[in-house]
């Protein structure tokens, strides 16, 4: 089974960048199509984007589409997520989420492997 961790997340000013990291144990993750996903403070969890197990195909929600890329290695067991132009909205929880089907859509109930999270604050 794949086990996700995330890291890279922190406090930046309006305008800044981060590059979340979302690292998979387990020898398949080239098998799994990856996500990611954020959660404000009372808001429900909406995605963030999506990448294909190759790599190949990518797809973003409209409200990051031009300011964040989601990228993988999978030599290392790893999606990442750049995140630039940073806006106090863009305050959440950031979750990695993956599928064995290849399902990149922005439906939570079909990704089964999630991770903890890491926190993303911008100020203003």
């Known amino acids: 089974q794949v086990q996700l961790v995330e890291s890279g997340g922190g406090l930046v000013q309006a305008g800044g960048s981060l590059r979340l990291s979302c690292e998979a144990s387990?020898?398949?993750?080239?098998?799994?199509?990856t996500a990611w996903f954020r959660q404000a403070q009372g808001k429900e969890r909406e995605f963030v984007a999506a990448?294909?197990?190759?790599?190949?195909?990518?797809n973003y929600a409209n409200s990051v589409k031009g300011r964040f890329t989601i990228s993988r290695d999978n030599a290392k067991n790893t999606v990442y997520l750049q995140m630039n132009s940073l806006k106090p909205e863009d305050t959440a929880v950031y979750y990695c989420a993956s599928n064995f089907g290849g399902y990149m859509g922005s439906d939570r109930r079909y990704y089964d492997r999630w991770g903890q999270g890491t926190q993303v604050t911008v100020s203003s």
């Open positions: 387990g020898r398949t993750f080239s098998n799994y199509a």
């Open positions: 990448i294909s197990r190759s790599g190949g195909n990518t």
